[in-house]
């Protein structure tokens, strides 16, 4: 069982930037990829960056890539999600999620196991 506490989200302006935390808890951080959600009010969760369980790999939705950056450090089981340049279409409820890493697949999928409380990300135009 994986317990996961994100924290960092706040009021933006566009343009500005946010670094999102995701405290992991409860087993070995190393065994799990890892990633990062959003979503909106009446609509579908969305993917935005994936992590391998080494950190080797990231993948990042388009709508995202070169603006936000996902790390993860292994010293203090905490994910990242830096974001810069956002935009008010980046407004949304962010979510941090971990996956058992299962070799040979691919961490950028959506059918994560353990899940974040979420943070709320607003950015003002």
């Known amino acids: 069982q994986v317990r996961l506490v994100e924290s960092g989200g706040g009021s933006m302006q566009a343009g500005g930037s946010l670094r999102l935390s995701c405290a992991a808890s409860?087993?070995?951080?190393?065994?799990?990829?890892m990633a990062w959600f959003r979503q909106l009010p009446g609509r579908e969760r969305e993917g935005v960056a994936w992590i391998s369980s080494r950190g080797d790999k990231t993948y990042y939705v388009d709508s995202v890539a070169g603006r936000f950056t996902v790390s993860r450090d292994f010293a203090t089981n905490t994910l990242y999600l830096q974001m810069d340049s956002l935009l008010p279409e980046d407004t949304a409820m962010y979510y941090c999620a971990a996956r058992y890493r299962v070799y040979g697949t691919s961490c950028r999928r959506t059918d994560y196991d353990f899940w974040g409380q979420g943070t709320q990300v607003t950015v003002s135009s």
């Open positions: 409860g087993s070995t951080f190393s065994l799990y990829c």
